[in-house]
């Protein structure tokens, strides 16, 4: 959208930004745009941020993906076209503040800070805090929840009984174990001996469905239908369920020798040809930032020269030829470090207290802003009207404009129905009690597991810088001191491991074939894959951290 003559007045601003706005049905109007705007370019000035562009969406729900100039303005934002997102309230971003606050990490990632023109939590770090406090809290007891649905199932399975989906061939019991389906049992049969005699996949899939049989999903059957059941032993009597694997504890179906052979010829009908994907996790993607430069660190992987594969994070900068010195830095060590001090400094009694109290305060601002009561009364208004036109109906009152209106009003009232319930469910309220009892079980986790870190990470870290001599960490916690700086030489080593940060004598596995680089001072190699990965093989570093 255009700016029109006196929004830009901001001439002296520190940072480029931009407005969205949205509407979400018909029965807003086109004025709510202008005064998002005018709210949006107020808080801009009282801010000091240039208001570049403004994108609006309008008669566009918050909840769907399928909004033109959002979108544009998340591909500029990739571009990095502004600095700072301003919107009237996180809700106009997305349908509630869950849904605002991913859109909101996804811009952080890029540098691009996203503000809230009438909410207070939506732009200060203490807010945004409490609010993944909350959302951890509620992992916590969906999980609690989920436990109590897998002790049921593991109990099942401890006696062979059927849990989820049965394969193709077998049927549910009155005792709830399985039980053979005698038709579909001779088809299984029949699948392999006709693989096993040289048949191709293909030609199988058109026989099942010139017969007119379909697959246990009812549908028709294609060269993706018979990898699952030509490699599940279950058809050979073994039971598996989440790790418990009892053998004799489903009906067979096939012989074991006739399995057998079948699982031989997949392997040697296997390619042998292909990238090795790197499937590694980095917790700190987009957090971990070179202490020397600025630039983000990201992950990337190797082997020593004894050929164990390591893991690591790497200066961007330092990896694209920029000039920055910094080494490599393994990943395991930095993500216990970074767990471990977090969760050193964030646990003590009186921040727990102080984290309880702002989620539960932010709680009541969100029930203060929220759109139940307009969505209630909306839908008040066009239950009313269907009334009406009921009315009109049995008087013998009845037109084609008027059948067409009764439709749209019942979509209407269906799709209100359904906002209604997902605010509802939004709204409701976290004890504050139970955030008291969840801060506390984190306070008891182990660093060196990886869902811990995550969960420490992902909760309470906004960023770390890392140099050679120091680590500092941001957290979003604003009760006090929001940041910690540690020299590397007071850091514990990691338990088990050889206590030290720098990732030496590796060597990426790099094709003979090129493309690839090779650095003649340093032998160091990139190589460049067709899937645009590029693996580097790091120099050996002799000196220690810090030194």
């Known amino acids: 959208m255009p700016l029109k003559r006196g929004q830009l007045d901001a001439a002296a601003a520190s940072e480029d930004g931009v407005i969205y706005a949205r509407y979400s049905s018909h029965s807003q109007r086109e004025e709510s745009i202008e005064q998002q705007i005018e709210e949006c370019m107020a808080f801009a000035r009282q801010n000091n941020i240039r208001i570049v562009h403004i994108y609006a969406d309008k008669a566009v729900s918050g909840k769907t993906e399928r909004r033109t100039n959002f979108q544009r303005l998340m591909r500029d934002a990739e571009k990095k076209k502004f600095r700072v997102v301003i919107a009237y309230k996180s809700n106009r971003i997305a349908r509630n503040m869950l849904n605002a606050l991913q859109y909101e990490a996804k811009l952080d990632l890029l540098g691009i800070r996203t503000l809230y023109a009438k909410e207070e939590f939506g732009n200060t770090a203490a807010g945004r805090f409490a609010l993944r406090t909350m959302m951890n809290v509620n992992q916590f007891y969906s999980e609690n929840m989920a436990e109590d649905i897998r002790r049921g199932l593991m109990d099942n399975a401890e006696k062979c009984k059927v849990n989820g989906r049965l394969p193709y061939g077998y049927r549910k019991g009155p005792d709830g174990k399985y039980a053979v389906e005698p038709k579909e049992a001779e088809i299984v049969r029949d699948i392999y001996a006709r693989y096993l005699s040289g048949e191709k996949i293909a030609d199988i899939a058109s026989f099942l469905n010139a017969c007119g049989l379909l697959t246990s999903y009812g549908k028709k059957w294609g060269k993706n239908s018979f990898h699952k059941l030509l490699t599940n032993d279950n058809y050979i009597g073994v039971y598996r369920y989440s790790g418990v694997v009892i ?128 969505m209630e009364a909306a839908r008040a208004e066009k239950k009313k009207a269907i009334s009406n036109i009921m009315a009109a109906i049995e008087q013998g009152i009845i037109t084609e404009t008027t059948k067409d209106r009764l439709v749209e009003l019942e979509g209407e009232v269906k799709a209100l129905d359904a906002r209604i319930a997902a605010a509802k469910a939004v709204q409701a309220p976290v004890d504050r009690n139970r955030i008291v009892f969840t801060l506390n079980w984190l306070r008891e986790g182990d660093p060196m597991d990886k869902e811990y870190q995550r969960r420490l990470i992902d909760t309470f870290v906004k960023a770390v810088y890392l140099n050679e001599k120091e680590i500092k960490i941001d957290y979003y916690y604003a009760g006090g001191d929001n940041s910690r700086t540690v020299p590397l030489s007071d850091l514990e080593p990691v338990p088990g491991g050889d206590g030290g940060p720098v990732e030496s004598e590796c060597s990426s596995k790099v094709p003979s074939a090129p493309p690839y680089l090779r650095c003649t001072n340093t032998g160091a190699v990139i190589y460049v894959t067709a899937t645009g990965f590029v693996l580097v093989c790091p120099i050996e570093i002799p000196r220690g951290p810090g030194k």
């Open 247 to 374: 053998e004799g504890g489903v009906p067979a179906i096939i012989d074991p020798d006739v399995f057998w052979a079948v699982q031989r010829k997949l392997e040697e009908e296997k390619s042998l040809k292909g990238i090795r994907k790197d499937n590694a996790d980095y917790i700190l993607t987009g957090k971990l930032i070179c202490g020397k430069c600025g630039s983000y660190m990201v992950g990337v992987s190797g082997t020593s020269k004894s050929g164990a594969l390591h893991y690591y994070y790497y200066c961007n900068n330092h990896r694209t030829g920029g000039g920055c010195d910094m080494r490599n830095v393994r990943r395991d060590w930095i993500e216990y470090q970074v767990a471990l001090l977090t969760q050193r400094h964030v646990f003590h009694d009186e921040i727990i207290e102080w984290i309880a109290d702002q989620a539960v305060e932010i709680q009541l601002q969100e029930a203060g802003n929220s759109e139940l009561p307009g």
